[in-house]
């Protein structure tokens, strides 16, 4: 009778098994509506192309060189070489402040492979924010009619991104447009600069929650994460950066003493709070932030936290602009659109594949070999902080969950479910070393070709 293998040759198993399911996943979902002729609409039929590559709502656009090509190779290298050592030995001022410079410098040299319009281009197309944004003169009648705005019936409808987020998100780029930034490079420099503190605020929460091990492990896969062709100047590197920081927050207002934590959790409702006014999904990173108080053993910040919530959600609604309200409005607004054509016995894997091309496929293998033990959500069985870890992806999977079954991401996501792609990064760090080395160069490389081969639209 042959011998049961070892635990933690099961566990590799376990990871190789989930980095070639990823894979075979990806590929299908590029494949197989082209072999098939499947019509999936990842692209609005008025926005139609030839080179469509479902699941990304962008399309093939094959290019060997580009102005940043030369300086992602370089920050490539560079962070291959020399980061993950750094990021184990550096004090951690030290590591905090060399994360953020390589992620800005990540996310700018692979979108400027596209040269300066990789920087532009996005935020100034009619159907984002910025257009919308220069228009705003009057604040106060914006949020009064906002909701009134929302459908297709309406003869002065928002264009998508105003119409399909709160009207936080839009006052952001009011904000930019009123301080002399609303040009589409700076404001797109801006959304950049404001995206990257996203590993700054993922680092923080892990150590306050006595995983700085891991956390040290982490940031080479957070830094250079294939998520920052996606996060450079998509607006939804802002929400990913704002609910990282309420996250954050909220971890503090589990482990402070004495009365600090009253004001760390107040502190954390107010941005998690603001974060659901930027876009209605954040709702579901709620999952996420339980998973962060069962990590720490605490329940307490939870109403002190949710009390502060309401604060900015109930001063929008006193403006004008009822959450509650709106929502129902919007979600007649996407059936009404394109959704309504997007077939969901494709979407609900294809959304995953997209997904993965955004996350990077080693996502898979680390999420495939920490699922293969459940004992880390009982207890530290890798070390300290693998059930910090573990309980912060598991509650990342089950936003996913959510909002995959929900149907309200049909494409797109590879942008839209930015927020939960750091937590689910995170898994990696509890790959065996051996993993993480030609790991990182995979998600490196990944982002490269991504870079090069894909218009993201984004």
């Known amino acids: 009778m042959p011998s049961r293998p070892t635990e933690p040759a099961q566990r590799s198993r376990a990871a190789s098994t989930g980095l070639v399911l990823t894979l075979v996943l990806v590929v299908a979902a590029f494949a197989l509506p082209v072999l098939l002729d499947w019509e999936t609409w990842s692209r609005a039929?008025?926005?139609?192309?030839?080179?469509?590559?479902?699941?990304?709502?962008?399309?093939?656009?094959?290019?060997?060189?580009?102005?940043?090509?030369?300086?992602?190779?370089?920050?490539?290298?560079?962070?291959?070489?020399?980061?993950?050592?750094?990021?184990?030995?550096?004090?951690?001022?030290?590591?905090l402040v060399a994360s953020y410079a390589v992620a800005v410098a990540w996310m700018l040299s692979l979108a400027f492979v596209d040269g300066t319009e990789g920087v532009a281009r996005v935020l100034d197309h009619s159907s984002e924010y910025l257009p919308s944004a220069r228009e705003v003169d009057d604040v106060p009648e914006m949020l009064r009619t906002y909701v009134d705005r929302i459908p297709y019936s309406h003869p002065d409808n928002w264009p998508t991104q105003a119409a399909g987020h709160p009207p936080?998100?839009?006052?952001?780029?009011?904000?930019?447009?009123?301080?002399?930034?609303?040009?589409?490079?700076?404001?797109?420099?801006?959304?950049?600069?404001?995206?990257?503190?996203?590993?700054?605020?993922?680092?923080?929460?892990?150590?306050?929650?006595?995983?700085?091990?891991l956390a040290r492990r982490a940031a080479p896969f957070l830094v250079l994460s294939p998520t920052a062709v996606f996060m450079a100047v998509s607006a939804d590197a802002v929400f990913t950066a704002v609910t990282a920081a309420g996250l954050a927050l909220l971890a503090r207002g589990a482990v402070a003493g004495g009365r600090a934590w009253?004001?760390?959790?107040?502190?954390?409702?107010?941005?998690?709070?603001?974060?659901?006014?930027?876009?209605?999904?954040?709702?579901?990173?709620?999952?996420?932030?339980?998973?962060?108080?069962?990590?720490?053993?605490?329940?307490?910040?939870?109403?002190?936290?949710?009390l502060a919530a309401l604060v900015p959600v109930l001063a929008m609604a006193a403006a004008g602009f009822a959450w509650w309200e709106a929502y129902p409005v919007l979600t007649e607004r996407y059936w009404d659109g394109i959704a309504g054509d997007r077939p969901a016995w494709y979407w609900m894997w294809g959304n995953l594949a997209a997904l993965a091309v955004s996350?990077?496929?080693?996502?898979?293998?680390?999420?495939?070999?920490?699922?293969?033990?459940?004992?880390?959500?009982?207890?530290?069985a890798l070390g300290p902080g693998t059930r910090t870890v573990a309980v912060l992806v598991l509650g990342a999977v089950v936003a996913i969950a959510v909002a995959d079954l929900s149907r309200m991401s049909k494409s797109e996501v590879e942008r839209i479910w930015l927020p939960f792609m750091p937590w689910l990064t995170i898994a990696a760090a509890l790959l065996p070393g051996a993993w993480r080395r030609w790991g990182l160069g995979l998600q490196v490389g990944w982002a490269l070709v991504v870079e090069h081969l894909l218009y993201t639209s984004w």
């Open 45 to 95: 039929s008025r926005s139609a192309h030839p080179w469509a590559s479902p699941p990304l709502h962008g399309f093939w656009d094959p290019k060997l060189l580009g102005p940043g090509t030369a300086p992602a190779v370089l920050v490539a290298v560079v962070g291959l070489g020399w980061f993950p050592r750094f990021a184990a030995t550096a004090s951690w001022g030290r590591l």
């Open 168 to 213: 936080l998100a839009l006052l952001f780029f009011v904000g930019l447009v009123r301080v002399g930034l609303g040009g589409s490079f700076a404001a797109g420099m801006v959304v950049t600069l404001v995206g990257a503190t996203t590993a700054l605020s993922v680092l923080a929460l892990l150590r306050t929650l006595d995983a700085e091990a």
């Open 262 to 306: 009253i004001g760390w959790s107040a502190a954390a409702g107010l941005v998690l709070g603001c974060s659901v006014l930027l876009s209605y999904g954040m709702g579901l990173m709620g999952a996420v932030a339980l998973a962060v108080l069962v990590a720490a053993r605490s329940w307490r910040p939870l109403p002190v936290a949710v």
């Open 359 to 380: 996350a990077g496929p080693l996502v898979g293998a680390a999420l495939a070999h920490a699922g293969a033990r459940a004992r880390l959500l009982r207890d530290d």
